[in-house]
């Protein structure tokens, strides 16, 4: 299970890559959402794996009884993914603002701020 | 001791619903003002139970350590959030004058607020997954502020800011999952405990590297900066300050803890690195700034070279040089931000911050030229300002483990610093105005004069403050540092010294 799981994040993270070096920025924001969702399984991997075993303490004890499954990297995974889906909303606004205002989804052509030099004048 | 580390937390967000409730109204940002205000008190109380008692930690929700969120005060952590509410209190007094209506309708008030809870957060938290959080909210509101007005520059600026920043945020959030899954804890002081007792230390120096490239691109450090000058100049004047002053330290702040308390097991490849990288980051950012004609793109650059010395303090690792480091920390943040807000000064009126088209202010608002001059030679480190100081400490530190080099780069970069504000002083100051016009302060009405030159005065008058008195702040900052060398009194603050 935890090498099916890191071959996954690998691939995801490949993919990602390829889709950040693109110079179409909506491409680089999909490479974007794949490689956070390769950090989440990251977590979530790191967190060992067990099968089967919900982390419920049985009624009347006050503790779970034998292994369980660890809770705390699934609530960080949680936190991880609310804030990435929030992050991920606003910059999809955002380029979307760049393509109105600047006319571009091409980041080589988004030279407004950092204007080019005009060479030989 | 739980409400002292909270308040400082709790204050801006509060402060945050309060002004975005209020938003369209006059009142909106008078809140903003008393909000800080009120964060420098609680602030300062914080500080003076440090100062008592060295380092105070506080568990959130009643859950021991290191179960629980744990949130601390050393003296780095401490002063670190007293020169937030200061810097954030200038700003907010400064923002009356220099952010429109539109902006505020939008929510700039309440964004500001958020940011600076975040940073503040960032400074006090205990919890490296908790930290993460409070970098977001201080991304996401940053991001906000970046953009708020959506001009073209902006959002140019912005797809960069906001793109380069995710990416470190994912490196930081894998480097935790690893860290975490390697520790069995999230919580820094019990990661100092248990780090060095792993088996496998190369993949901690592993971990650590991720760590150092998460937290070098908030910090701006060669060669991951580049989000920083493409974006620095863009917002208003308010967000540029508080952007320069507080953004990056955070960063600095994030290495300077992880890298004295928990990766310090391996310093000569860490440390040698960190070294490599605050020479390069002093030289690439001084040269940029030099090839550079307009003020706020300037000094964008400059909050770069400057970063170097702060990762040279760390890099070092001696008593002296860390001492350096948090002593450069305190003196950049009053000085940068007040920077900014001059140039927003002299944009309003002398009508632009491109060197080609400004020029006259010495001879029609010496005020503000006196005003310029002590940040500006302070940054360069003349004596007795507070630059001088920072420089001198860390050059020393150099010298002491016989870093001829190291020495000699930080002295160099130093005069080329000199070289980038002699340069705005004789254009925009010196010159005359391109267009013969003279841009003298009555062009501001009397409450803008005083809302736009008081926080630069209050700055000022810090800046000359530590530089005339450095001896209880560097006493300071050697305390500090001999707290960052031995983990210890941080690690049983939290821990309460239970096994």
Same mark, same amino acid.
């Given at each position: 299970?935890?090498?099916?799981?890191?071959?996954?994040?690998?691939?995801?993270?490949?993919?990602?890559?390829?889709?950040?070096?693109?110079?179409?920025? /909506?491409?680089?924001?999909?490479? /974007?959402?794949?490689?956070?969702?390769?950090?989440? /399984?990251?977590?979530?991997?790191?967190?060992?794996?067990?099968?089967?075993?919900?982390?419920?303490?049985?009624?009347?004890?006050?503790?779970?009884?034998?292994?369980?499954?660890?809770?705390?990297?699934?609530?960080?995974?949680?936190?991880?993914?609310?804030?990435?889906?929030?992050?991920?909303?606003?910059?999809?606004?955002?380029?979307?603002?760049?393509?109105?205002?600047?006319?571009?989804?091409?980041?080589?052509?988004?030279?407004?701020?950092?204007?080019?030099?005009?060479?030989?004048? | 001791?739980?409400?002292?580390?909270?308040?400082?937390?709790?204050?801006?967000?509060?402060?945050?619903?309060?002004?975005?409730?209020?938003?369209?109204?006059?009142?909106?940002?008078?809140?903003?003002?008393?909000?800080?205000?009120?964060?420098?008190?609680?602030?300062?109380?914080?500080?003076?139970?440090?100062?008592?008692?060295?380092?105070?930690?506080?568990?959130?929700?009643?859950?021991?350590?290191?179960?629980?969120?744990?949130?601390?005060?050393?003296?780095?952590?401490?002063?670190?959030?007293?020169?937030?509410?200061?810097?954030?209190?200038?700003?907010?007094?400064?923002?009356?004058?220099? %952010?429109?209506?539109?902006?505020?309708?939008?929510?700039?008030?309440?964004?500001? @607020?958020?940011?600076?809870?975040?940073?503040?957060?960032?400074?006090?938290?205990?919890?490296?997954?908790?930290?993460?959080?409070?970098?977001?909210?201080?991304?996401?509101?940053?991001?906000?502020?970046? %953009?708020?007005?959506?001009?073209?520059?902006? #959002?140019?600026?912005?797809?960069?800011?906001?793109?380069? @920043?995710?990416?470190? &945020?994912?490196?930081?959030?894998?480097?935790?999952?690893?860290?975490?899954?390697?520790?069995?804890?999230?919580?820094?002081?019990?990661?100092?405990?248990?780090?060095?007792?792993?088996? @496998?230390?190369?993949?901690?120096?592993?971990?650590?590297?991720?760590?150092?490239?998460?937290?070098?691109?908030?910090?701006?450090?060669?060669?991951?900066?580049?989000?920083?000058?493409?974006?620095?100049?863009? +917002?208003?004047?308010?967000?540029?300050?508080?952007?320069?002053?507080?953004? &990056?330290?955070?960063?600095?702040?994030?290495?300077?803890? =992880?890298? &004295?308390?928990?990766?310090?097991?391996?310093?000569?490849?860490?440390?040698?690195?960190?070294?490599?990288?605050?020479?390069?980051?002093?030289?690439?950012?001084?040269?940029?700034?030099?090839?550079?004609?307009?003020?706020?793109?300037?000094?964008?650059?400059?909050?770069?070279?400057?970063?170097?010395?702060?990762?040279?303090?760390?890099?070092?690792?001696?008593?002296?040089?860390?001492?350096?480091?948090?002593?450069?920390?305190?003196?950049?943040?009053?000085?940068?931000?007040?920077?900014?807000?001059?140039?927003?000064?002299?944009?309003?009126?002398?009508?632009?911050?491109?060197?080609?088209? #400004?020029?006259?202010?010495?001879?029609?608002? +010496?005020?503000?030229?006196?005003?310029?001059?002590?940040?500006?030679?302070?940054?360069?480190?003349? +004596? +007795?300002?507070?630059?001088?100081?920072?420089?001198?400490?860390?050059?020393?530190?150099?010298?002491?483990?016989?870093?001829?080099?190291?020495?000699?780069?930080?002295?160099?970069?130093?005069?080329? &610093?000199?070289?980038? =504000?002699?340069?705005?002083?004789?254009?925009?100051?010196?010159?005359?105005?391109?267009?013969?016009?003279?841009?003298?302060?009555?062009?501001?009405?009397?409450?803008?004069?005083?809302?736009?030159?008081?926080? #630069?005065?209050?700055?000022?008058?810090?800046?000359?403050?530590?530089?005339?008195?450095?001896?209880?702040?560097?006493?300071?900052?050697?305390?500090?540092?001999?707290?960052?060398?031995?983990?210890?009194?941080?690690?049983?603050?939290?821990?309460?010294?239970?096994?």
């Amino acid at each position: 299970m935890d090498a099916l799981l890191a071959i996954t994040i690998g691939i995801l993270v490949a993919a990602s890559v390829y889709l950040m070096l693109a110079r179409n920025v /909506l491409r680089f924001i999909f490479g /974007l959402v794949l490689i956070s969702n390769a950090a989440n /399984l990251t977590i979530f991997t790191a967190g060992r794996l067990t099968e089967g075993a919900p982390p419920l303490i049985p009624a009347g004890a006050d503790a779970p009884l034998g292994d369980v499954a660890n809770a705390l990297p699934q609530a960080l995974v949680l936190t991880a993914i609310v804030i990435g889906f929030g992050l991920f909303a606003f910059a999809l606004v955002l380029m979307f603002r760049a393509y109105t205002t600047l006319g571009t989804l091409y980041s080589d052509d988004m030279r407004i701020a950092e204007p080019r030099e005009e060479v030989g004048k | 001791m739980t409400w002292l580390l909270a308040t400082p937390l709790v204050l801006p967000f509060l402060t945050a619903v309060a002004a975005f409730l209020l938003r369209t109204r006059p009142a909106g940002r008078w809140i903003s003002v008393a909000g800080n205000a009120a964060l420098l008190v609680a602030s300062a109380v914080l500080m003076t139970h440090v100062l008592r008692e060295g380092v105070i930690a506080g568990q959130m929700g009643g859950w021991g350590a290191p179960f629980g969120i744990t949130l601390v005060a050393d003296y780095l952590g401490a002063v670190m959030v007293v020169i937030t509410a200061i810097t954030a209190l200038a700003v907010s007094v400064y923002a009356l004058s220099d %952010i429109n209506d539109r902006k505020e309708h939008l929510g700039y008030h309440a964004l500001f @607020n958020v940011l600076i809870g975040g940073v503040a957060g960032a400074f006090l938290t205990g919890d490296l997954f908790n930290l993460y959080v409070w970098f977001e909210v201080m991304l996401i509101s940053s991001f906000g502020l970046l %953009i708020l007005g959506g001009s073209k520059a902006q #959002i140019d600026g912005g797809v960069k800011y906001v793109t380069l @920043n995710l990416i470190s &945020t994912i490196l930081f959030l894998s480097g935790i999952g690893l860290l975490y899954g390697m520790t069995g804890t999230l919580n820094m002081a019990d990661l100092a405990r248990t780090v060095p007792t792993l088996e @496998n230390q190369g993949l901690v120096t592993v971990v650590a590297m991720m760590f150092m490239v998460a937290f070098g691109v908030k910090a701006a450090l060669f060669p991951l900066f580049f989000w920083l000058p493409a974006a620095y100049h863009t +917002p208003a004047f308010s967000v540029s300050a508080i952007f320069a002053g507080l953004l &990056t330290k955070v960063g600095v702040y994030a290495l300077i803890r =992880m890298f &004295t308390l928990v990766f310090d097991g391996d310093v000569a490849f860490t440390h040698t690195i960190l070294l490599w990288i605050a020479c390069l980051t002093m030289v690439t950012g001084v040269l940029g700034a030099a090839a550079q004609n307009d003020i706020r793109k300037i000094l964008s650059f400059h909050i770069i070279s400057q970063i170097g010395y702060m990762i040279l303090g760390l890099a070092l690792m001696t008593p002296l040089a860390l001492a350096g480091a948090v002593f450069y920390l305190v003196h950049h943040i009053v000085v940068k931000a007040n920077l900014f807000l001059i140039g927003g000064v002299a944009e309003r009126i002398a009508g632009s911050t491109d060197l080609a088209r #400004i020029g006259g202010l010495y001879k029609s608002a +010496p005020l503000l030229a006196v005003l310029f001059l002590i940040p500006a030679f302070s940054l360069a480190g003349f +004596p +007795p300002l507070s630059g001088f100081w920072a420089k001198y400490i860390l050059v020393a530190a150099a010298l002491e483990v016989e870093g001829w080099i190291i020495a000699g780069v930080a002295l160099a970069v130093g005069l080329l &610093t000199i070289y980038s =504000m002699t340069k705005i002083w004789a254009e925009a100051f010196w010159k005359a105005h391109p267009d013969g016009t003279e841009p003298v302060l009555a062009r501001l009405t009397r409450a803008e004069r005083a809302q736009l030159l008081l926080p #630069i005065a209050g700055l000022a008058a810090m800046t000359l403050l530590i530089g005339f008195f450095p001896e209880p702040f560097v006493t300071f900052a050697e305390t500090s540092a001999a707290q960052l060398l031995d983990p210890s009194a941080y690690v049983n603050a939290v821990l309460g010294g239970a096994e």
